[in-house]
Structures are given as structure tokens and as C-alpha cells.
């Protein structure tokens, strides 16, 4: 095996490392001459940005701290963070000191803390975040990144207690799943008030509310899942809940879906839905949103309609290819595969859905970076360093268990009567690249087998081990644990599995989990997760101008190879079919006891038909969840669908024809968009003013890349000149799309209100050149913002101005956005909302996750 030796970290690394997993020093009045900090360069109370430099003045309370890149600024050691670590290795010994300290006995104690420093060395294994912040660091901090906490109680104070517990693990830095199917559904008799109820999707929109709350008043923001059964009353309301904007906005959603649900779907078949008989005397104390148990109590259901199956599947469908919600999970086949089955069923996952839960379980997770087993010599995956990893890495994170504090006692009791351990990988693209296997490829799919078959292999032997010394998981029960849909495929390929789980036992209820490593992995310079990479080059703006920049390993072969195309192994998710990516996934989650994080990314002209058929493929396949991203599915204008061979862009804007409804008043309209109220006198004056709007307009559309995203502005005429304007550019619900539609409606009452002479020339000279953040293209094509999009759309309408703009075979280039190009198809992918982290528009969806491209925000992480 190659073994590389350890550096020091550099740029958006060492950022992440410092902010985020190196150890704290909370009084910064130590700050020195010579320490290295993380210096705020924005003050902004909601944008706020960090640099690394070294302190190198300091006077009483301002120091003078020299940034990375040469750049002297003036700070204050209150607006500084100073930390204790420095350097990944001190990280890694406090790491390993703490997970040893709970053997028991001082020979084991160093024995493990000399193996797990091995085990952290440059990265081979890469712990979740919680555990690299926490560990041996404080006694309040969970090493836990996620929970699931039980289904509300169906009552004013059962949903105030959940929304307490969901605070507080939020609070912590913890994420949290929540299944809403125990409350009752939308107009039901709540007998105590004399009322009905709101529904349980109106309790979600709470939950999602309180989330956004703690967003916005913590250092880490809280990530919130929320589910529901397809039994459930209000199931298709909550299937199309984010389509009307502000009632769910900080939780991502999925649908927990049932074998007979799809077996319905497949034949076209009718479905009830249903909910407990809430008058049973013993509702109250039993009903916890398990209906199959409710059932077996011989309790009575409540029939509230039937709809056809195939009716909510398409709706689930629509959601997905319209905004990448909701997802799905295949929650009864999840339980009939989980090891957990007979004694503690899976009712949610976590935020990201890699790892599907009980009541009150938790998140345990680390990661092996797989990059770094390649093995040159053999031009193969280093197997024996690749096996004693997994080996530790599992005693690793059984040793997590017992390191970590409990703030709850039910996740106390729950987590050591099981010990759910998750270990996962990044790194997988990069060690395929170097193995030259195309990620997708027939190839790819034996090696994939092979090679997580070999980890799970490894894992569930080391916890046999460590069962054989320290004991089984206490619900462990051999027989049903055999039963498992998991553990009949792990014996079944590998008999030897069984024989030792027979004679030792087992350690963990699960081992293996697939999460998204958006941080972690961007910290160590590889892929994350199990993805293949979004795309090898990207430009950046630097104080030096426009670079071109590729991932390390493509910037490693253009140095070997100048000149040469990328080989055809050099694969991005979008240059991956559909299939391909739900293919790759099916063939992990075979090896996976837990679940996987995983995004299929589809082109733009992707259809809901194509959607319904990958959907139902993950399902056949044996994915416990399926998540899509169609390019540019949030945002509104939605792309007609052409060829998916065709590529280019219309060298002209169509011509446009805008039908409205009848118009409200001009004031009116004001009124219901800002919030304001005028007086009757000052209503008449302006609609004296105000050129009314006819029912048919007609104009054009352009096409704009701005530093925001592709932006459609169209201009309508009134009498012959520019009188309205619509914008689209933003996801639906997003800052973006917000300010947007917000500027397009006040330019539009500008164009029509009151005689100023040349409105549209105003106009034009108070947009052009307003910049922002960043923008995109060069010279004439050089657009600065959303305004001067609209400054230049105008121009060409009226005929101001007519220099041509960006076409289809230009490549626009992005500051702080990050457009992204891919070697294959040239094609450009920008961020459509801004990082609520940095500020920057460089939020990316990937992995299922939102992840930063500027400042390294995840959501997830």
C-alpha cells in the first residue's frame, strides 16, 4: 500500500478543521503573537465569514492577524477564535485517549490508544463530527450527530413535549427524525374541546418552525426529518405541503412507504386510508403510531377514505421531480431487512435518511477513507490494511458508546441495550478513479459487491470479537437476529459470519451505515460518501483573477498528462444515468444493515414518467430509500424537455405571450406584498397615476446566468414600451427566488406608474452595474448581479443597447457561486440559493444534503 505522509492542512480545510473539530480555547484573552485563529473578517449577525491567519500585533484588546493569503487585518481578540489544536495529530491523540479510556484496564487502556492513533493517522479513518468535536474535549458535548425521538403523543402536551425534546437535542448539535403518523388527522373529533383536530401536518409545520428558531440562535443549526406513513388520512397533504410556500420550510420530508402500498400501485388497486378509533378507552395510553401493533391489540380502525394507491404514488412523484421532495422510504421491507425487528422497530430516520431508527436511537458514525487503500504496487484495493481498519474502527465506535454523555436517559437505555454503531465510507470515487473503473459501469457494480461485502464481512467479525470479550448487546436473541433479511444474505455469502455470531455472539445490533461526509469529506480533500464527485473543475475568483481549479486527483493527472482529456473513469454524477446512480446505491445497500445517503441526479430534461420508473427500480432492487435531484427542479421556470442528447441553448429568447387574470388595484397589491395600508386619498391619486394592466401582453423572455443562478426575465409592453416584468431564478421558497420576484414587481409599478420621461432608460441607469458577491462572464457578457440582468434584459428589449450577450456554447464563469463544469458535456451547474453560513450562493445540493462549495456549511453535518 502507498502510504502518504501527513501535511499540514490548507485552505477551505484547515477552515473546517479549525471552526468546526479542533479543540476550543474560550477565553481569547490568551490570544499571542504567533497564534494561529480564525479571525472574523464579516461581522454580519446572519452572514458572518472567517479567515485563518496568524496573530502577528497585538495591543491591549486589537491584535493585527495576517491572513492566509498575505492580507493584514485589524481585529479584537473578542471577535477571534482561538484554538488549543492547531494540527490534525493533536486532534487524532485526543481522539484515540478518549475512546481507549474505557477499557478496563490500563494494559488495554494503551494498548487501544496506541492502535486507534494508527487508526486516525492521515486519515484512514475519519470520525463522524460529533465525535471529532466532543471527544475528550468536554463532558456536556454528545458524540451523537443524530436522533430519532418517538412519535408525538396524540395531545396538546404530547406534541409540547416532543417539540421540548426535538429543542433540546437541537440544541446539543444533534439532528432529529420524527414520524408524525401517531396524530390524528386533519378535521377528527377532538373530543376535549368539543372540536377537530388541525392535522398532523399543521404539527409539522410547528416542528419546522421551532427548527428555523434554533437556525437562527445557534452556532450549529438544527436538521429536522419529518415523515409519514402511507396509511395515513393526511398523507397526500403532506406529500404536497412545500408546494404552498412558508408552511414546512426548515425539514426535509419523506414518505414511509409499505410493500402492499406498492404491490397496490403495481396493480392499479384501490387504498384505504386510515387512522385508530381515538373513542377506544384505551387510545389514550396505547396508541403510539403503530398501527400493525394497534391491529394485533384487536383495537378498532377508523375508515376515512379510499383513494387509488397509484393517485398518491404519482403525487409523491410529481413532489420528487418538481423539488426533490418528498423521499421515500420503503420502511416495512427496511424493518423485514433490520436486525432490530423483533424487538425495536424502525420508525424514522435521520435527517440525511442513511440511518433508519428506533424510538430514541441514535446516530453513531464514523468513516473509513477509502482513498487511501489503493494499493500501487497491485494496482488494487490494499485488502489486509483495509481489513485491520474495519477491525478497529468497529471497537472505535462500540468504545463511543460508553465515551459519550447521555442528556436523555431514554437514549441512554435504548443505545446500550442495543449498541447501534454505523461505520460508513468516503473516498469511494477517488479509489475507483485510481483503480480506473468507471463508477456505474457493469465493472463497478461486481466491485462495489465485492468490496462492501468484504467490509461487512470484516465488521460483523470484529464485533463477534469484541462480543466474545465484553459481551453481546443485551436484547440480542440468536435466533430472531438470524432471521433478519440482512443477516439471511450476510450468511448465506459468507457462512462463516454465522458460525462465529453462534459461538460469540454479537456486539452491535447494526455496524455498517452510508453518511453523506459532507464536512469531514471536504476537510480531507476527497469524495464524499459513497458519491461519485459533482464535477473535477471549477473556476474561482481570487484577488489574482479567474482560476480554473480540478479536485486534486483530476489536477494530478492534467500534470502527468497535459493536453489529454480526462479518461472515460474520470465519471460526475452527471455524467451518470439515473439508473446508474440507483444501481450503485442497490448494489452497497446490499452490504449495509442500516441505510444510505444517496442523491440520483437527473438532467434537467428528466421526466416524471423516467422518475416514476426509478422510483419503483430502487424499490425491486432492494433500496431501503430513494432520494432524486432533478438539475434545476427548484427552481420555478420549469425547462421544457428536449432530447436528452440536446444540450444547447436557444441562440434567441422566445417570444412570449403573459395571460392574466382580472387585475387587482395597483395599491392593492402593495397592500398584500409589503404589508403596508394607504389612506383612500393617497389610493386615488396613485391609480390616477398607474397605466392599467390589459388582460394580454406580449414580449420576451431572456436568459440570463447570474452569479445566482440562470435567471428568466420576461419583458412585457404596454403601448409599445416596457411595462411589466416577471423574474424567475431561485428555488421556490428561497431567499433568492424572494428577492427576485420581489425586484421584478417593483420594477413593474415602476414602468407603469406616473409620466418621468424615459422610464426604461431610468431605469436601466439605476440596475446596470449593481454587483453583489460575485458574477459571471467576461467583458460585454459580464453579469454582475440579478439587477444588472435585468438592466441588460431591458437594454435588449428596447433596443438601448445591442451587444450581444452569452450564448449556449459560451461557458459561463461564476465568482463565489461556483459554476461548475463537467469535462463531458461542458455544461455549467450553479447553486440556486445563498449558504445561510457565509452568505455566498454556493449552497449545492449533494449527497441529499445542503452543502456549502464556499465556506464548507452542511446541513447534515
Same mark, same amino acid.
Request: with cysteine; hydrophobic share 35%.
Given at each position: ?64 492577524? +495576517? ?11 473578542? +471577535?477571534?477564535? $482561538? ?23 490500563? @494494559? ?6 496506541? *492502535?486507534?492513533?494508527?487508526? =486516525?493517522?492521515?486519515? +484512514? ?17 454528545? $458524540? ?20 421540548? &425534546?426535538?429543542?433540546?437535542? #437541537? ?34 409545520? $410547528? ?34 405541503? *412545500? ?29 384505504? $386510508? ?47 421531480? *418538481? ?41 453513531? =458514525? ?5 482513498? +487511501?487503500?489503493?494499493?500501487? &504496487? ?57 483503480? &480506473? ?136 454524477? #452527471?455524467? =451518470? ?146 411595462? @411589466? ?25 415602476? =414602468? ?12 436601466? *441607469? ?96
Amino acid at each position: 500500500m502507498k502510504t502518504m505522509q501527513s501535511k499540514r492542512l490548507e485552505g477551505l480545510s484547515e477552515k473546517i478543521f479549525l471552526d468546526r473539530y479542533a479543540r476550543k480555547n474560550a477565553d481569547t484573552n490568551e490570544t499571542k503573537v504567533g497564534d494561529i485563529v480564525l479571525a472574523l473578517t464579516k461581522d454580519d449577525p446572519k452572514f458572518p465569514a472567517k479567515e485563518v491567519g496568524e496573530v502577528v500585533k497585538r495591543e491591549g484588546q486589537n491584535v493585527t492577524v +495576517k491572513l492566509r493569503n498575505g492580507e493584514l487585518v485589524q481585529s479584537s481578540v473578542e +471577535k477571534l477564535t $482561538l484554538t488549543i489544536e492547531k494540527t490534525p495529530d493533536e486532534m487524532w491523540s485526543r481522539l484515540a485517549n478518549a475512546m481507549a479510556s474505557v477499557e478496563d484496564t490500563a @494494559e488495554k487502556q494503551k494498548e487501544w490508544s496506541e *492502535k486507534f492513533r494508527w487508526l =486516525l493517522d492521515d486519515w +484512514k479513518l475519519v470520525p463522524g463530527g460529533r465525535i471529532a468535536a466532543g471527544a475528550g474535549a468536554s463532558d456536556e458535548l454528545t $458524540l451523537f450527530n443524530c436522533y430519532v425521538i418517538p412519535s408525538p403523543h396524540d395531545s396538546r402536551g404530547g406534541i409540547m413535549q416532543t417539540l421540548s &425534546e426535538m429543542t433540546e437535542i #437541537m440544541a446539543r448539535g444533534g439532528g432529529v427524525g420524527i414520524n408524525l403518523s401517531s396524530l390524528r388527522p386533519r378535521r377528527a373529533i377532538v373530543k376535549g374541546v368539543n372540536g377537530s383536530s388541525s392535522g398532523a401536518v399543521s404539527w409539522g409545520g $410547528l416542528f419546522s418552525y421551532t427548527t428555523g428558531l434554533i437556525e437562527q440562535g445557534g452556532s450549529r443549526r438544527g436538521a429536522l426529518m419529518l415523515m409519514i406513513n402511507d396509511w395515513h388520512p393526511d398523507v397526500q397533504d403532506f406529500i404536497t405541503v *412545500k408546494q404552498t410556500m412558508g408552511q414546512v420550510t426548515n425539514a426535509n420530508l419523506s414518505v414511509c412507504v409499505s410493500n402492499a402500498f406498492m404491490q397496490a400501485v403495481k396493480e392499479d388497486a384501490n387504498w384505504d $386510508l386510515v387512522f385508530p378509533d381515538a373513542k377506544d378507552p384505551d387510545y389514550d395510553t396505547l396508541w403510539d403510531g403503530d398501527l400493525e401493533k394497534w391491529k394485533k391489540l384487536g383495537k378498532n380502525v377508523t375508515h376515512y377514505r379510499t383513494v387509488r394507491a397509484r393517485e398518491v404514488w404519482n403525487s409523491i412523484i410529481e413532489g420528487a421531480w *418538481k423539488s426533490a421532495e418528498p423521499g421515500v422510504v420503503f420502511m416495512e421491507y427496511y424493518n423485514q431487512m433490520s436486525n432490530s425487528w423483533y424487538f425495536n422497530p424502525i420508525i424514522c430516520t435521520n435527517p440525511c435518511g442513511e440511518q433508519g431508527l428506533p424510538a430514541w436511537g441514535v446516530c453513531n =458514525l464514523s468513516a473509513i477513507n477509502l482513498s +487511501k487503500f489503493y494499493d500501487e &504496487e497491485t494496482h488494487d484495493v490494499a485488502w489486509d490494511e483495509l481489513s485491520r481498519v474495519v477491525r478497529y474502527s468497529t471497537r472505535f465506535l462500540d468504545n463511543v458508546i460508553d465515551t459519550t454523555p447521555y442528556h436523555f436517559p431514554e437514549n441512554e437505555k435504548n443505545q446500550k441495550n442495543e449498541r447501534r454503531v454505523g461505520l460508513g465510507t468516503m473516498g469511494l470515487a477517488e479509489l475507483m478513479i485510481r483503480l &480506473e473503473v468507471r463508477y456505474g459501469s457493469p465493472e463497478s457494480l461486481e466491485f462495489l459487491d465485492k468490496l462492501y461485502g468484504f467490509m461487512a464481512r470484516e465488521a460483523y467479525l470484529a464485533s463477534t470479537e469484541i462480543a466474545a470479550e465484553k459481551g453481546s448487546f443485551p436484547a440480542f436473541d440468536l435466533e430472531p437476529f438470524m432471521q433478519s433479511g440482512f443477516m439471511k444474505n450476510m450468511v448465506e455469502t459468507y457462512p462463516e459470519v454465522g458460525e462465529a455470531i453462534e459461538k460469540r455472539g454479537m456486539r452491535n445490533v447494526t455496524v455498517i451505515t452510508q453518511a453523506p461526509t459532507g464536512s469531514t469529506g471536504t476537510m480531507v480533500g476527497t469524495s464524499t460518501g459513497i458519491e461519485p464527485y459533482f464535477a473535477f473543475e471549477f473556476f474561482r475568483q481570487s484577488r489574482l483573477g479567474y482560476d480554473k481549479q480540478f479536485v486534486p486527483i483530476a489536477q494530478e493527472w492534467q500534470d502527468a498528462n497535459p493536453g489529454e482529456s480526462l479518461p472515460e473513469w474520470f465519471v460526475t454524477s #452527471m455524467d =451518470l444515468s439515473a439508473k446508474d446512480h440507483i444501481r450503485a446505491q442497490a448494489a452497497i445497500q446490499r452490504w449495509v444493515d442500516s441505510s444510505i445517503s444517496k442523491t440520483a441526479n437527473c438532467p434537467a430534461d428528466f421526466t416524471v414518467e423516467e422518475t416514476a420508473e426509478l422510483y419503483e427500480l430502487a424499490f425491486e432492487l432492494g433500496c431501503k430509500g430513494v432520494t432524486i435531484y432533478r438539475d434545476g427542479s427548484r427552481d420555478v421556470q420549469v425547462l421544457s424537455t428536449t432530447s436528452k442528447d440536446e444540450k444547447k441553448e436557444e441562440a434567441e429568447a422566445p417570444a412570449a405571450v403573459a395571460v392574466a387574470a382580472p387585475e387587482e388595484s395597483p395599491v392593492e397589491t402593495l397592500n398584500a406584498v409589503l404589508n403596508v395600508s394607504v389612506s383612500p386619498e393617497q389610493k386615488q391619486v396613485f391609480d390616477k397615476q398607474y397605466k392599467s394592466r390589459p388582460k394580454v401582453l406580449r414580449g420576451a423572455t431572456y436568459k440570463y446566468n447570474t452569479p445566482f443562478g440562470m435567471a428568466y426575465i420576461t419583458v412585457n409592453d404596454i403601448d409599445g414600451t416596457p411595462g @411589466e416584468i416577471f423574474l424567475n431564478v431561485g428555488k421556490a421558497g428561497s431567499d433568492v427566488f424572494a428577492m427576485a420576484e420581489a425586484l421584478g414587481r417593483v420594477c413593474s409599478l415602476f =414602468l407603469r406608474y406616473g409620466d418621468h420621461g424615459n422610464k426604461v432608460q431610468l431605469l436601466v *441607469k439605476h440596475l446596470k452595474g449593481i454587483g453583489g458577491s460575485g458574477a459571471v462572464g467576461f467583458g460585454p457578457n459580464r453579469v454582475e448581479s440579478i439587477a444588472d440582468a435585468v438592466a441588460q434584459a431591458l437594454e435588449t428589449h428596447a433596443g438601448i443597447d445591442d451587444h450581444e450577450h452569452a450564448t449556449a456554447t459560451e461557458i459561463p464563469i461564476a465568482a463565489t457561486s461556483y459554476p461548475i463544469v463537467t469535462e463531458k458535456n461542458k455544461i455549467t451547474y450553479t447553486s440556486k440559493d445563498l449558504c445561510p453560513s457565509c452568505g455566498s450562493a454556493s449552497l449545492l445540493n449533494v449527497e441529499g444534503c445542503k452543502t456549502c462549495g464556499n465556506c464548507g456549511y452542511s446541513k447534515c453535518n
